[in-house]
């Protein structure tokens, strides 16, 4: 087989552990997951609604052009339908651009400790990569500007930044912006914004508006509670998804996500309540770390990084055999920390409990 070369040493995505693979390997009962920064609080009941009572053709393929979502998300950004472009997800989104604009000979810029998708999809693409550490959680924008040149094809910022949950304020943002040459495209991932809180935080839909090079990406799969479903969209100049637009797969957003994200954006206090419970649900994150001591990134997302000082993997291994799923660290770039989804009242408190419970073990055994 003729493959890439860069595939034969390229390790798949790793999604974190199912709930009934954990139940069967430890013989639980209960497991909550905390891992995947899904909304705890499950979806809209107008978006349940549609589900359930949904009537669709199943033989027939999807809307290619997602008409009716395409007329409902405009309509609830106040933007051009036509600066809308739609995936399977962001994922999918973030893996169009990279196969339109990413090739040997060309590079892209990115920070070290972000989403790995970004680099994922560019090793795919034989481009060259560039890194740039983060600085204390957050992205180091002027080392970003420095790396880029002549060869540079994508920037990609992700705010709040997956893992850490650090955002770029306004006032950082749109000082990049203007020093990004025209002809680079910067990406934004915005998968968590609608958990921000930061009153410095910049409103991405201005910075669209006057910057052509810039496309900002958002999905349905977090606060909307539809991960599932996998519907993602991306924001940008009508130039920009008039060119990028053929590289998107035919039907590739399904007929059931389409119907379910038209109710669920009509349900904004429902969005709403998701947002005012998590930030009640980091603070009680934060009070254990400060009790205990613990590093920790304040977040503007649904999930905290905590460290703990010693490997991730002992922590998530801890924690799971007690029926709770989150995240190490360790693949993440973050080898003593792991990341734990905000979850409901209950779910923390279970979650901090075991915690507690493992800090202690550890106190005994020093």
């Given at each position: 087989?003729?493959?890439?070369?860069?595939?034969?040493?390229?390790?798949?995505?790793?999604?974190?552990?199912?709930?009934?693979?954990?139940?069967?390997?430890?013989?639980?009962?209960?497991?909550?997951?905390?891992?995947?920064?899904?909304?705890?609080?499950?979806?809209?009941?107008?978006?349940?609604?549609?589900?359930?009572?949904?009537?669709?053709?199943?033989?027939?393929?999807?809307?290619?052009?997602?008409?009716?979502?395409?007329?409902?998300?405009?309509?609830?950004?106040?933007?051009?339908?036509?600066?809308?472009?739609?995936?399977?997800?962001?994922?999918?989104?973030?893996?169009?651009?990279?196969?339109?604009?990413?090739?040997?000979?060309?590079?892209?810029?990115?920070?070290?400790?972000?989403?790995?998708?970004?680099?994922?999809?560019?090793?795919?693409?034989?481009?060259?990569?560039?890194?740039?550490?983060?600085?204390?959680?957050?992205h180091d924008l002027d080392n970003m500007i420095k790396a880029i040149d002549a060869h540079t094809s994508v920037v990609w910022l992700c705010s709040p930044n997956n893992p850490t949950g650090v955002y770029i304020n306004n006032q950082e943002i749109t000082t990049f912006l203007s020093k990004v040459p025209k002809d680079v495209l910067v990406v934004l991932d915005e998968a968590y914004y609608e958990y921000a809180e930061a009153e410095d935080y910049y409103d991405a839909l201005t910075l669209v508006n006057e910057y052509d090079n810039l496309i900002v990406?958002?999905?349905?799969?977090?606060?909307?509670?539809?991960?599932?479903?996998?519907?993602?969209?991306?924001?940008?100049?009508?130039?920009?998804?008039?060119?990028?637009?053929?590289?998107?797969?035919?039907?590739?957003?399904?007929?059931?996500?389409?119907?379910?994200?038209?109710?669920?954006?009509?349900?904004?206090?429902?969005?709403?309540?998701?947002?005012?419970?998590?930030?009640?649900?980091?603070?009680?994150?934060?009070?254990?770390?400060?009790?205990?001591?613990?590093?920790?990134?304040?977040?503007?997302?649904?999930?905290?990084?905590?460290?703990?000082?010693?490997?991730?993997?002992?922590?998530?291994?801890?924690?799971?055999?007690?029926?709770?799923?989150?995240?190490?660290?360790?693949?993440?770039?973050?080898?003593?920390?792991?990341?734990?989804?905000?979850?409901?009242?209950?779910?923390?408190?279970?979650?901090?409990?075991?915690?507690?419970?493992?800090?202690?073990?550890?106190?005994?055994?020093?």
């Open positions: 087989m003729k493959w890439k070369q860069q595939l034969l040493s390229l390790k798949p995505y790793q999604p974190g552990r199912t709930i009934d693979e954990v139940k069967k390997q430890f013989e639980l009962d209960e497991i909550v997951k905390l891992a995947s920064n899904e909304n705890p609080f499950g979806c809209s009941p107008k978006a349940t609604a549609i589900i359930k009572d949904y009537s669709g053709l199943y033989a027939l393929y999807p809307d290619g052009y997602a008409t009716k979502l395409r007329e409902a998300v405009s309509a609830h950004l106040n933007v051009d339908p036509k600066q809308l472009i739609f995936g399977d997800g962001s994922d999918e989104l973030i893996q169009i651009i990279s196969r339109a604009l990413l090739h040997p000979g060309v590079n892209t810029v990115m920070a070290s400790g972000t989403f790995s998708q970004y680099k994922h999809n560019a090793i795919i693409e034989g481009c060259e990569i560039r890194e740039i550490p983060l600085v204390d959680g957050a990406l958002r999905t349905f799969s977090k606060i909307y509670g539809l991960a599932s479903l996998r519907v993602g969209y991306g924001i940008a100049h009508t130039d920009i998804i008039k060119v990028l637009d053929p590289a998107r797969p035919p039907f590739n957003v399904n007929a059931l996500g389409q119907a379910a994200v038209i109710a669920a954006i009509e349900d904004q206090d429902f969005v709403d309540w998701c947002k005012q419970a998590n930030i009640v649900g980091k603070q009680q994150f934060y009070q254990f770390c400060e009790e205990h001591q613990l590093s920790y990134y304040p977040s503007q997302g649904n999930f905290i990084l905590i460290d703990f000082g010693c490997d991730g993997n002992e922590v998530f291994q801890f924690l799971m055999e007690r029926g709770f799923i989150v995240r190490s660290g360790v693949p993440l770039g973050f080898p003593t920390y792991v990341r734990v989804t905000v979850g409901s009242k209950e779910q923390n408190e279970g979650v901090i409990g075991r915690m507690k419970e493992f800090l202690a073990t550890k106190a005994a055994l020093s």
